[in-house]
């Protein structure tokens, strides 16, 4: 039930969203819209971010399935793949960008990059690092990639993927090296 509950709370917030600003939305208005009480949603939720937070993280789990499944194992490869996959998730991507909730998607970004470095094989480097050093290149590729994908979205995707993948491309050989 919880998860069915999670998931009509999840899409009453992105309907509301298509005519209101985040800011304006209230949790009463959520559970209205999908016609659950306020108890559900707390037993569920704490706060409406954590309703984001649970829509983009099923998204950034998808990408990692998308990763892992296609075997990515260059910088490249997985820049391009995660501005592609963002670039068909656009209605979420406005819904960050339009309410300032790009730190929900670069924080939990954040959280998936150790499996993030495993996947593209690239975990040797990280094992080398010191744990604070590591942090910090985690922090930097999280944000990069993140505040790179808002910027791309703001332009209303003018470049291709490919091109904005690249940017990655060439600050991470530049880390690498």
């Known amino acids: 039930m919880s998860k069915k509950s999670k998931e009509s709370i999840a899409s009453s917030l992105l309907q509301l969203l298509k005519n209101y600003s985040f800011q304006e939305i209230t949790i009463s208005e959520?559970?209205?819209?999908?016609?659950?009480?306020?108890?559900?949603?707390?037993?569920?939720?704490?706060?409406?971010?954590?309703?984001?937070?649970?829509?983009?993280?099923?998204?950034v789990s998808e990408y990692m399935d998308t990763i892992r499944k296609q075997r990515l194992n260059t910088p490249r490869a997985m820049a391009h793949t995660?501005?592609?996959?963002?670039?068909?998730?656009?209605?979420?991507?406005?819904?960050?960008e339009e309410n300032n909730l790009f730190y929900i998607l670069q924080s939990d970004f954040l959280n998936y990059l150790p499996d993030l470095a495993t996947a593209i094989g690239n975990d040797e480097n990280a094992?080398?690092?010191?744990?604070?050093?590591l942090d910090y290149v985690y922090t930097f590729?999280?944000?990069?990639?993140?505040y790179n994908l808002e910027k791309w979205a703001k332009t209303n995707y003018k470049e291709s993927y490919e091109e904005v993948g690249e940017v990655f491309n060439?600050?991470?050989?530049?880390?690498m090296d």
Request: aromatic share 14%.
């Open 127 to 133: 094992k080398l690092m010191d744990a604070t050093l």
């Open 82 to 96: 995660y501005y592609k996959f963002w670039y068909e998730k656009k209605e979420i991507v406005s819904i960050l």
């Open 170 to 175: 060439v600050i991470a050989h530049g880390l």
């Open 30 to 59: 959520i559970c209205a819209n999908c016609d659950v009480v306020r108890r559900t949603f707390y037993n569920n939720f704490v706060t409406k971010e954590d309703i984001i937070e649970y829509i983009v993280n099923k998204h």
């Open 141 to 146: 590729i999280s944000s990069g990639l993140c």
